[in-house]
């Protein structure tokens, strides 16, 4: 067995560590708490404002980006060619956890809204904090999100498949802090850490979802020996799709996954109230865009407040603490593509998949408790897992439904772990495509371990905290990650698209005809 890997120092460190906040967490679980709620309290008070405007600034240079001259640049060869459908293609940019998440949230959170209202002056539980709801929602699920993960994969993809380099972090910063061995493995080792913790939250969310639905179906507690359980059985099943390989496991499984969720979509938008569904759908797209760049820059320093403390900057630093493993995934299956295609494919079209989703889901759980007199928004402040299979109570096929979500859940987890552990065994192995199945093993192990030790030191609180901690510095990763890619397309050659081509012989013959007919007047007049 080539055991290389393990004089790999980042795969040393990081795991050390991993494997050491494990330890503590199991060992001293409430102290473990306690420090980490110090962490979050201090994290989200002092730099909630650098979350938001990193954020956004990533947000304007993809943007910009995509309709420059460098859009048309592939990530490979100019003759290169995708390597996936389009179809699966998009079901693995899923596979990478989204869905795990957009499950989890769907009806949780517009009805966390709707039952407490995001902003003064708007009564909560009323008509009018359902619209703040379903906006606040597409904005949360909406270009943002897959902004920080594209940033990630663009520079990745970029090096990897154009420069012929491996796929670091530490590579992809290489123009802007060199290529000295000690800060390279510092950034490597630090990514990997920040990734764990991102992707622990994901799968104790996917975890605490699963035994809340295994309680509402059969009769089983939610405690945290059913969790556990549920951790083993995951563990088990994405190792066995790990060892079939990146083409096999994760491409089946992402296809399934984005087939059954399109079918849950189309049953609910069948039974539930479509009128309604369409055209909330229609006025939170518009409540979005209106209110984009207020809600990014939103804080509260004048009237006090945590709602956007534990919602928005929550949210983006579960996101960026993730984004190393979600943007080399999406970087590893989109080969060949443009930066323009790119760019548009993970910015636009999973967040309108998310917002159809709250739309149809959550605005399903809106309409009955605006207009049948359900108590939806209740029993989700209450218990914040049930609330898609609270919802299931007041649709036909009740128990189908919920077994089916479980499934559904289950074979995210299974997707997003399996997908996870391969970017984690890349990254410790200098970027290796095709890294050796023991160090998946090993990343799967003790991914599941923090995933445990965070829920039995506090639950949904603990995964927050963790995420949103580890996030802070790899969040200025970020933005070096803009400048670093600034500086390599300055060097790159504008790629000339057949488009392009076409056009230009157009002109030259116009302007060879223009010529010609010059010539013959001039020839006229003599």
């Known amino acids: 067995m080539d055991k290389r890997f393990l004089r790999n120092p980042v795969f040393s460190i990081s795991a050390v560590v991993i494997l050491g906040l494990a330890v503590l967490g199991a060992v001293m679980p409430e102290q ?21 405007l990193a954020v956004f600034i990533v947000i304007l240079f993809l943007a910009g980006l995509a309709i420059s001259k460098y859009g048309a640049i592939r990530l490979g060869g100019d003759e290169e060619r995708p390597d996936y459908p389009f179809f699966t293609w998009i079901g693995m940019l899923f596979s990478a956890g989204f869905g795990v998440g957009l499950v989890f949230w769907g009806v949780a959170e517009p009805m966390s809204h709707y039952y407490t209202s995001p902003l003064t002056g708007v009564e909560s539980q009323t008509v009018d904090s359902a619209r703040v709801a379903m906006g606040y929602s597409f904005f949360h699920w909406g270009i943002s999100q897959w902004a920080i993960f594209g940033i990630v994969g663009l520079v990745i993809g970029f090096l990897q498949f154009r420069k012929k380099k491996d796929g670091l972090i530490s590579t992809a910063m290489e123009p802007l802090v060199g290529s000295n061995k000690i800060v390279k493995t510092g950034i490597d080792s630090f990514a990997v850490i920040a990734t764990v913790m991102g992707i622990a939250t994901s799968v104790g969310m996917g975890v605490l979802q699963m035994s809340g639905g295994l309680e509402y179906v059969f009769p089983v507690q939610n405690t945290f020996l059913i969790q556990l359980l549920i951790i083993f059985v995951v563990f088990v099943a994405y190792m066995l799709s790990a060892s079939t390989g990146l083409s096999k496991g994760i491409a089946y499984l992402g296809n399934f996954n984005l087939g059954m969720a399109l079918v849950m979509l ?11 569904i369409l055209e909330s759908f229609t006025l939170a797209i518009g409540d979005y865009i209106n209110n984009f760049i207020r809600y990014s820059l939103r804080l509260q320093p004048y009237q006090g407040g945590t709602w956007v403390q534990e919602w928005t900057i929550f949210y983006w630093a579960w996101t960026i603490a993730w984004s190393p493993f979600v943007g080399a995934f999406v970087a590893r299956v989109s080969k060949g593509r443009t930066i323009r295609e790119f760019i548009a494919g993970v910015m636009i079209i999973p967040p309108v998949f998310a917002c159809m989703w709250i739309a149809t889901l959550g605005g399903t759980a809106l309409y009955n408790d605006l207009n049948n007199g359900t108590h939806i928004a209740e029993a989700v402040d209450a218990e914040v897992t049930s609330a898609v299979f609270e919802t299931f109570k007041h649709m036909p096929f009740t128990g189908l439904l919920s077994v089916l979500a479980i499934i559904l859940i289950f074979t995210f987890l299974v997707t997003s772990a399996d997908s996870a552990t391969y970017i984690l065994a890349s990254m410790t192995t200098k970027g290796n495509l095709f890294p050796p199945l023991i160090v998946k093993v090993v990343w799967g192990f003790l991914m599941s371990a923090i995933a445990a030790v965070l829920l039995y030191a506090g639950g949904l609180e603990a995964l927050q905290t963790a995420s949103l901690v580890s996030a802070l510095p790899f969040t200025l990763f970020l933005l070096l990650l803009v400048f670093s890619m600034v500086k390599l397309l300055k060097k790159e050659p504008i790629t000339v698209r057949p488009t392009d081509i076409r056009r230009f012989e157009h002109i030259e013959k116009e302007v060879k005809k223009r010529a010609k007919k010059k010539s013959r007047r001039e020839a006229k007049m003599e």
């Open 32 to 52: 473990f708490g306690k420090v980490a709620n110090v962490l979050y309290s201090f994290t989200t008070a002092k730099f909630g404002w650098f979350y938001l």
């Open 266 to 276: 189309a049953f609910f938008f069948i039974v539930g109230p479509k009128v309604f």
